[in-house]
């Protein structure tokens, strides 16, 4: 009988026990010290509900749309790479757990599947491609044009990753993270052979992060493809309203679930200030330290219009496949009603609205 996980910690534990501390240890992670990982999830305890009481919530409306696509609730699977560790069917997996309950799929540049794949196998799935721009524009545009004919709708552009990381290898004997031949990133392997045909697909990565990139290959991307680009990695004013000037149709909070550097804000201290710079001029979304639906929820009411999940996801794929993926999935979105049930709103729209429903608490305190 499988064992009963209730919360997204349950299958954090179990997919630890389920996977080798090589592959569990790539998935878990962070740069160096780990702080910003630890703080991604710390950082939304500090703020706190202020609810309304005695609201009819019996029936809470939890759907919205992003990039023109209707979702039945606001969570979204982000990009991560190599989810063949966890199932052999991988990325196809996850995309129809997505599927199953109506909502969207980040495609990693780094998949063990490919577009292709995911297009044949799960063609109505709400799917994005997400792309890093490299310095052989030929490459990418043979990417993109691939995701064009295969049904992707937009593409999550990494542009917080431009030199190698440092990541914290205690989990892989300081050896680093070396996978097997057969678990091949498949989904860029195609459009490699414009750069070096016969390099393997992690070489060819190693040598485009060269801290060269620049927003001008933002400029060169949207005017390949008319499909919306959403920038991934913002965490400032600053840097919200350069992706403004640049065009971008929407932007993601984040810094790369703790995997780059340590000292960074937590993404739900910094969606605050990014959702006021933006000022309704394209969506902003957030990833990182998402574990519970009150975390969700803190997000949307600070101006999310939703969240994208990332380790979770591969903990559910890990301990139960694609059932794994939709029970997570429903967790969260079982805890987000009940959330917004509590705190008196009965729409996503009303959780964007309602002044002052959630604050920081040293905000509050500060009062007493």
């Given amino acids: 009988m499988d064992k009963l996980l209730y919360c997204v910690a349950d299958y954090e534990k179990e997919s630890k026990a389920k996977l080798s501390q090589h592959d569990w240890g790539y998935y878990a992670a962070g740069s160096v010290g780990e702080e910003t990982l630890t703080e991604n999830c710390q950082a939304y305890k500090r703020w706190r509900f202020r609810p309304r009481i005695l609201r009819n919530v019996a029936n809470v409306d939890i759907s919205t749309t992003i990039l023109g696509s209707k979702i039945s609730f606001p969570i979204c699977i982000a990009p991560s790479a190599y989810h063949g560790l966890c199932t052999p069917d991988g990325e196809i997996s996850t995309a129809k757990a997505a ?16 577009m292709e794949e995911i297009a044949i196998e799960v063609p109505n799935c709400i799917r994005w491609c997400h792309i890093q721009v490299v310095r052989n524009r030929e490459m990418t545009k043979h990417y993109v044009r ?16 431009n030199v190698l990381v440092k990541r914290h290898y205690r989990y892989s004997n300081g050896n680093g993270y070396n996978f097997s031949t057969t678990l091949a990133s498949k989904n860029i392997g195609d459009s490699i052979k414009f750069w070096e045909p016969n390099k393997p697909a992690n070489e060819v990565f ?6 060269t990139s620049h927003w001008e290959e933002i400029d060169w991307l949207k005017s ?12 400032t004013e600053e840097m919200a309203l350069e992706a403004i000037d640049h065009q971008v149709d929407g932007i993601i909070v984040s810094n790369h679930g703790g995997r780059l550097y340590d000292g960074s804000f937590a993404t739900i201290d910094a969606l605050p200030e990014v959702v ?3 000022n309704g001029r394209c969506d902003v979304y957030l990833d990182g330290g998402i574990r519970k639906g009150t975390d969700i929820a803190k997000a949307i009411a600070l101006g999310a219009k939703a969240v ?21 999935l429903e967790i969260l979105r079982e805890e987000l009603v009940k959330t917004m049930q509590f705190i008196g709103v009965k729409s996503i729209k009303e959780l964007q609205t309602t002044p ?9 305190f500060a009062k007493l």
């Fill in 206 to 211: 190693n040598d485009y992060l060269d801290g």
């Fill in 224 to 235: 390949i493809t008319q499909l919306p680009i959403v920038v991934k990695g913002i965490l």
């Fill in 146 to 161: 691939r995701a064009e004919r295969h049904g992707f709708t937009g593409f999550i552009v990494t542009i917080d990753e």
């Fill in 99 to 114: 599927d199953s309950l109506g909502v969207g799929m980040t495609l990693s540049l780094w998949s063990n599947k490919t």
């Fill in 276 to 278: 006021k710079a933006v």
């Fill in 356 to 364: 002052k429903l959630v604050v920081h608490e040293t905000r509050h």
């Fill in 308 to 328: 994208f999940v990332g380790r979770p996801i591969l903990w559910g794929l890990a301990c139960k496949g694609q059932e794994g993926v939709k029970n997570v």
